[in-house]
T-cell receptor
Framework: TQLLEQSPQFLSIQEGENLTVYCNSS?????LQWYRQEPGEGPVLLVT?????EVKKLKRLTFQFGDARKDSSLHITAAQPGDTGLYLC??????????FGTGTRLTIIP | EAQVTQNPRYLITVTGKKLTVTCSQN?????MSWYRQDPGLGLRQIYYSMNVEVTDKGDVPEGYKVSRKEKRNFPLILESPSPNQTSLYFC???????????FGPGTRLTVL
C-alpha cells in the first residue's frame, strides 16, 4: 500500500512558468522531506518540514506542510531547465523509517 | 567529502548468477538501507541495518540478502538473480530511520 501519493506523475512546462506539485496521504506524519533526483544520481534532500502549516523557501522553491500534517506541496516560481528532475516526498512517523512518495518527474523546456 | 559510494554503477547479468553490489559510507552513520526504484513505484526499501551485525527486512526483501560486518559497508547480495530484479538500486545512510537519507549514485541492474 502506497501511503504517499504524488501528483502529477509527469509535468512538462516551459521555462519561466510556475508550477506546483503535491504530496498527499491519509496518514499523519511527524515530518516530511522533499528530495530531488537528477538523472544518473541519487536523491538529494532539499528541505524538511516539521510543523503543521510550516512554509519554507529555498530560492524559487516554496515548500508547505499541511495544517493536519497529512500533505505537502512544492511550488516553483519561474522554472528553469536546472529544475528538471524527479521530485520525491518522504514522510516520517516518529522514529519509523521514511515512506517515500511515488515521485513527480518534472521537465522544464528551454 | 561526505559520500556514499556504490559499485558497480551498471551491471548486466544472467538469471541465477550470484552477484554482490557494494556500498560504503564515510559519515560514520549507524543506519544504512538498500532501496530499489521502479517506474511509478517510487523508492521501496529492501533491507536496512541499524548498526553492525543488526539487519532487518524492509518492504521488498524477497530474493535479497545483506550483511553488516563493518559500520561503513553494507553489501547487497543477490544469490540467484531473476529478471524481476531488474531495477535501479540505491544504497543510503543516515543517523537514523526518519532522518535525512544520503544516497549513493545508484546501480542499474539488468538480469537477462
Amino acid at each position: 500500500t502506497q501511503l504517499l501519493e504524488q501528483s502529477p506523475q509527469f509535468l512538462s512546462i516551459q521555462e519561466g512558468e510556475n508550477l506546483t506539485v503535491y504530496c498527499n496521504s491519509s496518514s499523519v506524519f511527524s515530518s516530511l522531506q522533499w528530495y530531488r533526483q537528477e538523472p544518473g544520481e541519487g536523491p538529494v534532500l532539499l528541505v524538511t518540514v516539521v510543523t503543521g502549516g510550516e512554509v519554507k523557501k529555498l530560492k524559487r522553491l516554496t515548500f508547505q506542510f499541511g495544517d493536519a500534517r497529512k500533505d505537502s506541496s512544492l511550488h516553483i516560481t519561474a522554472a528553469q531547465p536546472g529544475d528538471t528532475g524527479l521530485y520525491l516526498c518522504a514522510g516520517a512517523r516518529g522514529n519509523e523509517k521514511l515512506t517515500f512518495g511515488t515521485g513527480t518527474r518534472l521537465t522544464i523546456i528551454p | 567529502e561526505a559520500q556514499v559510494t556504490q559499485n558497480p554503477r551498471y551491471l548486466i547479468t544472467v538469471t541465477g548468477k550470484k552477484l554482490t553490489v557494494t556500498c560504503s559510507q564515510n559519515m560514520n552513520h549507524e543506519y544504512m538501507s538498500w532501496y530499489r526504484q521502479d517506474p511509478g513505484l517510487g523508492l521501496r526499501q529492501i533491507y536496512y541495518s541499524m548498526n553492525v551485525e543488526v539487519t532487518d527486512k524492509g518492504d521488498v526483501p524477497e530474493g535479497y540478502k545483506v550483511s553488516r560486518k563493518e559500520k561503513r559497508n553494507f553489501p547487497l547480495i543477490l544469490e540467484s538473480p531473476s529478471p524481476n530484479q531488474t531495477s535501479l538500486y540505491f544504497c543510503a545512510s543516515s543517523r537514523g530511520p526518519p532522518y535525512t537519507q544520503y544516497f549513493g549514485p545508484g546501480t542499474r541492474l539488468t538480469v537477462l
